[in-house]
């Protein structure tokens, strides 16, 4: 008894001095953004540079506010464009938004949900069926059929949603910093403490969830060093703006606003003259530069970044090389535009690694000379600011000494794939949905199998349809590495190649997996090892070629709208 009187007197002498520390823990986190304010810049923006934001979510998917609400934020925190990416692949009605709103223009874009993470993308036209799951593929097409398409890999590290596909190629770069994903990252106590922050200085509760972002910039510079890359690879600043704070299923916080989120972090592109009265131009105009990488990332809840610039020129010949851009020419120099009252410390990066950090420099422009091939970036700081350890300006790289990119080989690798073993178009037969059509036929002649289909609802209920063929016959291909066969049609389109492995659906053995591949109006080959498929019904499991069951050619709701119709034609079905 004695004992439990002693514990029980401890306990309330602890909770006695943990209340009396509260309000001190409180005073020590809270009271600094009572009196925080960004680097004051009064400087004019140059005019052949646009500021706006990329990543945004509005209530087209996950985003709380309306477009006009996002606008409203737009103009009133002074940003040129605001890049739309509502969830979707695409996302059509984010598609089909862009427009001007007073003096700021919305771009309509998508972030699209794939098998290795999601990807942020703008400047493409909507095609006429759905993007494919598989990366790759999906970065082929915004970037190869779009003049303007532009793709960034979305909070690379994200702790629910990261990326996993690092073989990727031709992406236009990675998110270096994700706001959201910042805040994801930030401890318990900051996380605690985030609401009273915000409410006395919205931009100071922001800033104090990021850290600096190593971990996404030693991915950005291994790319760009890296073989796997036959074009330039960037960075940006992403806010990924939902305007609420989740709590639970069903409860949610409605902060931090679009307002809010537009005064920490921007983009600033560089588009050389003003954006086109025309909405879709200036779009482009924007989209272009960001493929291009054409602009630098700033962290504006620091401060502005009016008046800085940042060029390479080639050393005989006196060419101004943008950021983002490439230069056959080893010798030149950076210069450095920087005419502010205050004096940034300026990190300069060579294929991922420190080689000059100036600190206290006073110089309005500066000229850093280059000797050696490399791919050049630039990292500014403010020194005294309360943020001094997190990277205020980040500027895409210079590509010094680079040969052009490099030609991409898989469709000659393509070419050189034969079948090993043919199976026999003949045997597949029609499956499709009540509302939908479908129609084989087989030229015994040209060994061509063609199926036609048009894809219908079954009703405004059921969001499923689909147009098959398939082929429910056994086959060991354990020998073979995956499909092969030439295929085209009468119109662009999405198809799924499927199979099933095991026993049998109703035994609970039986996988599903599925690709997909593009058909054109003209004959391609197409190659599909076993390894790329993904299983999407039964068990996570890579597949056994010597289990299956059958197969298909499917096209249906998740590749194409309703209302699809059209022709496919294929031969020299089989696998290698």
Not at 47 to 61: A, T
Not at 305 to 315: I, L
Request: include cysteine.
């Amino acid at each position: 008894m004695e004992n439990q009187l002693l514990k029980k007197g401890t306990f309330k002498k602890y909770l006695k001095y943990a209340l009396l520390a509260l309000p001190v823990i409180v005073l020590i986190n809270v009271v600094p953004a009572l009196f925080y304010a960004p680097v004051k810049n009064s400087l004019p923006m140059l005019p052949e540079y646009k500021r706006g934001v990329f990543h945004v979510h509005s209530n087209f998917s996950d985003g709380k506010g309306s477009v006009a609400e996002i606008m409203w934020a737009a103009n009133e925190t002074g940003l040129d464009f605001v890049v739309l990416t509502d969830h979707g692949r695409p996302n059509l009605k984010g598609l089909r938004s862009t427009a001007w709103f007073k003096d700021s223009l919305l771009i309509g874009g998508s972030e699209f949900s794939l098998s290795c993470g999601h990807l942020a993308c703008v400047g493409f036209k909507s095609p006429d069926y759905i993007f494919p799951p598989e990366a790759q593929q999906a970065v082929d097409e915004v970037i190869d059929e779009n003049v303007t398409g532009a793709c960034f890999i979305s909070h690379p590290f994200d702790k629910k949603i990261p990326w996993t596909d690092w073989s990727i190629k031709n992406v236009t770069g990675l998110e270096v910093f994700s706001s959201y994903s910042e805040a994801r990252k930030a401890g318990l106590l900051k996380l605690l403490m985030f609401p009273l922050k915000y409410a006395l200085n919205s931009r100071y509760a922001l800033l104090n969830t990021m850290n600096y972002p190593k971990r996404n910039l030693a991915k950005w510079d291994e790319f760009n060093k890296g073989a796997n890359q036959r074009v330039q690879f960037y960075g940006i600043f992403a806010l990924d703006a939902h305007a609420k704070l989740p709590v639970s299923k069903k409860f949610q916080l409605n902060f931090p606003t679009y307002r809010s989120m537009f005064q920490i972090m921007s983009v600033y592109v560089r588009t050389n003259k003003a954006l086109d009265g025309d909405a879709h131009h200036a779009a482009a105009a924007v989209a272009e530069a960001l493929k291009l990488g054409r602009f630098f990332n700033v962290l504006d809840a620091i401060a502005p970044a009016n008046g800085f610039d940042a060029y390479f020129v080639e050393k005989v010949s006196g060419k101004r090389i943008d950021m983002g851009g490439v230069s056959a020419v080893e010798a030149g120099e950076i210069v450095i535009v920087k005419p502010f009252e205050f004096f940034p410390d300026i990190k300069v990066f060579k294929d991922g690694g420190l080689v000059r950090y100036l600190k206290g420099n006073r110089d309005r422009l500066m000229r850093v000379d280059v000797n050696e091939r490399g791919v050049y970036r630039l990292e500014l700081f403010i020194p005294g600011s309360k943020f001094d350890e997190l990277p205020w300006i980040v500027v895409n790289p210079f590509f010094i000494g680079m040969a052009p990119p490099l030609v991409d080989d898989s469709v000659l690798k393509n070419a050189a794939v034969s079948v090993k073993r043919l199976v026999d178009g003949m045997l597949f037969q029609i499956e499709k949905n009540g509302g939908s059509k479908g129609l084989l036929s087989y030229d015994e002649e040209l060994k061509e199998t063609t199926f036609s289909f048009k894809l219908m609802k079954e009703s405004a209920e059921d969001p499923n349809f689909w147009s098959v063929l398939s082929l429910r016959r056994g086959f060991d291909f354990s020998q073979y590495r995956g499909f092969v066969f030439e295929v085209k049609g009468n119109r662009r389109l999405r198809v799924w190649l499927e199979f099933r492995t095991g026993k049998g659906e109703y035994d609970g053995s039986e996988t599903w997996y599925k690709h997909s591949f593009l058909i054109e109006p003209q004959w391609r080959k197409v190659v599909i090892p076993f390894a790329a498929f993904a299983s999407f019904v039964g068990k996570k499991q890579s597949p056994n070629a010597a289990e299956i069951q059958s197969i298909f050619f499917a096209i249906n709701n998740a590749c194409a709208y309703p209302g699809t119709e059209g022709e496919m034609v294929f031969k020299n079905f089989g696998v290698y």
